[in-house]
């Protein structure tokens, strides 16, 4: 039998889902497997895509099957799949809108079959894709992400924590340090959108260069004065706000060791 379509095994709200709204990945959906046959066809339904079956033996005709279920049941449904006599060699699985490590699918590639996984990233307007695993699943999503005109970046196998750790860096931390510069320029006696213009215009400033090129570790007033004069502002600091002194001063140490590590390989 040819194995052309897309299988699709999914539970749990779909509604979100970036990657099944898409219309070069319904386009080629064709079976698409639930926790019950009702329930199958009404996510067909839904889609606009496929046709709702009943087993998983149903997904025989599918080349490659995206798995797209809640994290707390990836385990069960890869176990289900591992006993439902699928000849998993010629089948390609892909655990699809999860931070779930493509390890989870270990159990189907030790019986032959090729996985990877692909997670959304929060990039604003432009959706973003990355997929990680075997290459040919991996490079088999991308072409049908690049019909779909969005953009699909590759990574190397086994990095996805390093994905994770990069986004979290870019996306989480720099709010509670934007929010206590916030507070700290409150407490200088600016507010308003004076203050917020300021914030904006250093923040903007400081990417502009990252991107650049331009500064490896800091600019600004770090960059404009003398360690004379960091250290007269780090004796106020502690006696005013210690745990911000202590929190910069860690936050610096940071900075120094990871450009420190970018130089090293660089050399």
């Keep these: 039998m040819k194995k052309l379509s897309i299988g699709l095994v999914i539970e749990g709200n779909s509604s979100s889902s970036t990657l099944l709204r898409l219309p070069a990945i319904t386009a080629e959906?064709?079976?698409?497997?639930?926790?019950?046959?009702?329930?199958?066809?009404r996510f067909s339904n839904f889609l606009k895509g496929g046709d709702g079956v009943a087993g998983y033996s149903d997904l025989a005709s599918a080349r490659t099957i995206l798995i797209r279920v809640p994290d707390s049941a990836i385990i069960r449904v890869v176990s289900e799949i591992c006993g439902a006599g699928l000849a998993?060699?010629?089948?390609?699985?892909?655990?699809?809108?999860?931070?779930?490590?493509?390890?989870?699918?270990?159990?189907?590639?030790?019986?032959?079959?090729?996985?990877?996984?692909?997670?959304?990233?929060?990039?604003?307007?432009?959706?973003?894709?990355?997929?990680?695993?075997?290459?040919?699943?991996?490079?088999?999503?991308?072409?049908?992400?690049d019909k779909a005109h969005v953009r699909a970046l590759e990574l190397r196998p086994g990095s996805k924590h390093l994905l994770f750790a990069a986004t979290t860096l870019c996306s989480a931390f720099p709010i509670p340090l934007l929010?206590?510069?916030?507070?700290?320029?409150?407490?200088?006696?600016?507010?308003?959108?004076?203050?917020l213009a300021l914030i904006e215009n250093l923040s903007d400033e400081m990417l502009a260069g990252f991107?650049?090129?331009?500064?490896?570790?800091?600019?600004?007033?770090?960059?404009?004065?003398?360690?004379t004069t960091h250290g007269d502002?780090?004796?106020?600091?502690?006696?005013?706000?210690p745990e911000t002194?202590?929190?910069?001063?860690?936050?610096?140490?940071?900075?120094?060791g990871a450009t420190l590590r970018t130089r090293v390989q660089s050399a």
């Excluded at 959906?29 to 066809?41: E, I, M």
């Excluded at 570790?217 to 360690?227: E, F, P, R």
Aim: aromatic share 4%; hydrophobic share 45%; net charge positive.
């Design 211 to 227: 991107l650049k090129g331009a500064r490896s570790t800091w600019g600004g007033a770090l960059a404009d004065s003398l360690k």
């Design 179 to 195: 929010l206590a510069a916030q507070q700290l320029l409150r407490e200088s006696g600016l507010s308003g959108n004076q203050l």
């Design 245 to 256: 002194a202590a929190a910069l001063r860690k936050m610096l140490q940071l900075s120094e």
């Design 29 to 41: 959906l064709g079976p698409v497997k639930s926790s019950s046959l009702p329930v199958a066809r």
């Design 88 to 145: 998993l060699p010629e089948h390609s699985f892909v655990l699809c809108e999860t931070w779930s490590p493509t390890e989870k699918l270990d159990p189907l590639r030790r019986l032959g079959a090729a996985t990877a996984s692909l997670v959304a990233l929060p990039t604003g307007s432009e959706k973003t894709f990355a997929l990680e695993g075997d290459l040919a699943v991996v490079r088999q999503m991308r072409r049908l992400l």
């Design 233 to 241: 502002h780090w004796d106020q600091l502690d006696a005013t706000h």
